[in-house]
């Protein structure tokens, strides 16, 4: 095996372990918590309304961008009977969008992979590098194992917002 191969393994492992994990955690919330928690309480009820097509019903004690809901109507619109809009689906989905986090966060480490030495008169530009290129994903799962972001398993954490804007 050479060191390409090697590197891919480990980071397929490594991928595999970290979504593995996710979804044992997800598990282990549905089966301890499995009424709306917390936020959840109004974040769920609203992710239903939408669901039933009520676009224009919204409460008020709800602090987060209205996007957060969108994917779980597309989702109940495309497939009524697959997706429900229950709690345990609304948590489900979130920990897909949870398993795929590290490619999110791998595409933004690539844009910041690189950065350039300050210019100076009479010195040819040089780009010095951050995060070598095959280091990414793992760096990428690294951060995404930091332990706030189990918390995104959680519906009431908006984590599909941040698939919109990459």
Same mark, same amino acid.
Request: glycine residues 2%; contains cysteine.
């Given at each position: 095996?050479?060191?390409? $191969?090697?590197?891919?393994?480990?980071?397929?492992?490594?991928?595999?372990?970290?979504?593995?994990?996710?979804?044992?955690?997800?598990? $282990?919330?549905?089966?301890?918590?499995?009424?709306?928690?917390?936020?959840?309480?109004?974040?769920?009820?609203?992710?239903?309304?939408?669901?039933?097509? $009520? =676009?224009?019903?919204?409460?008020?004690?709800?602090?987060?961008?209205?996007?957060?809901?969108?994917?779980?109507?597309?989702?109940?619109?495309?497939?009524?009977? =697959?997706?429900?809009?229950?709690?345990?689906?609304?948590?489900?989905?979130? /920990?897909?969008?949870?398993?795929?986090? +590290?490619?999110?966060?791998?595409?933004?480490?690539?844009?910041?992979?690189?950065?350039?030495? +300050?210019?100076? +008169?009479?010195?040819?530009?040089?780009?010095?590098?951050?995060?070598?290129?095959?280091?990414?994903?793992?760096? /990428?799962?690294?951060?995404?194992?930091?332990?706030? /972001?189990?918390?995104?398993?959680?519906?009431?954490?908006?984590?599909? /917002?941040?698939?919109?804007?990459?």
């Amino acid at each position: 095996m050479d060191a390409k $191969q090697a590197q891919l393994f480990t980071s397929s492992a490594a991928f595999s372990a970290y979504a593995a994990s996710v979804l044992l955690v997800s598990d $282990q919330i549905k089966t301890r918590v499995p009424d709306p928690y917390m936020d959840e309480i109004f974040h769920v009820e609203q992710a239903k309304t939408y669901c039933a097509g $009520q =676009w224009t019903t919204w409460n008020n004690l709800i602090t987060t961008p209205p996007g957060l809901y969108i994917v779980p109507s597309l989702l109940h619109q495309a497939s009524p009977k =697959w997706f429900l809009c229950s709690t345990n689906h609304l948590r489900w989905m979130n /920990a897909a969008l949870l398993c795929a986090f +590290p490619l999110l966060i791998s595409r933004i480490l690539s844009h910041f992979r690189t950065t350039p030495y +300050p210019p100076r +008169p009479g010195v040819k530009p040089r780009v010095r590098f951050l995060i070598p290129e095959d280091e990414i994903i793992l760096e /990428a799962i690294i951060i995404s194992c930091f332990p706030i /972001a189990y918390f995104l398993a959680f519906y009431f954490t908006p984590i599909s /917002a941040l698939y919109l804007p990459s």
